[in-house]
């Protein structure tokens, strides 16, 4: 069973995912849904069908203080569509604070230019999302 990571945007959205044993956290795509929940879901539906996913982690974008944005507000509306139409498999949200920060830093360390960092920076933020939640999962099973 998988673990799929979600950095939710309001044109695109990045996605990660487990390996089958939840070891590693790889980036799949940016998929750009101009504002359309209803197309993501979809796209969501042909990656549930693709990969055995158990478990879906949503990025929540808080202020650096901690407090809530227009832009936690749109995501926890995600959220509960997401609850709604996946109510089977186990829907978790993690703080994202600094992923975005901490992809772009991994872009410039490997020098990608900056064409294609537009089109993998939020792939690679959904790793960092994915990587917080299972870091988190394993801290939590070894107390």
Do not use: W
Not at 16 to 38: M, R, S, V, W, Y
Not at 78 to 96: P, S
Request: positive net charge.
């Amino acid at each position: 069973m998988r673990i799929l990571g979600i950095d939710y945007g309001n044109s695109k959205v990045g996605f990660a995912i487990t390996d089958p044993l939840g070891i590693t956290a790889q980036g799949l795509e940016t998929f750009k849904h101009q504002g359309k929940d209803k197309v993501l879901l979809k796209k969501i539906d042909e990656l549930m069908d693709q990969y055995e996913i158990s478990t879906i982690v949503l990025g929540m974008p808080y202020h650096m203080n901690g407090t809530e944005s227009e832009r936690t507000k749109a995501t926890e509306k995600f959220l509960h569509k997401l609850k709604c139409k996946y109510n089977q498999i186990k829907i978790e949200t993690i703080d994202e604070r600094l992923t975005t920060v901490a992809a772009n830093k991994t872009m410039i360390f490997l020098e990608v230019n900056k064409h294609k960092k537009k089109q993998i920076e939020d792939t690679i933020a959904a790793v960092y999302i994915l990587e917080t939640y299972m870091n988190k999962q394993k801290n939590v099973n070894s107390v």
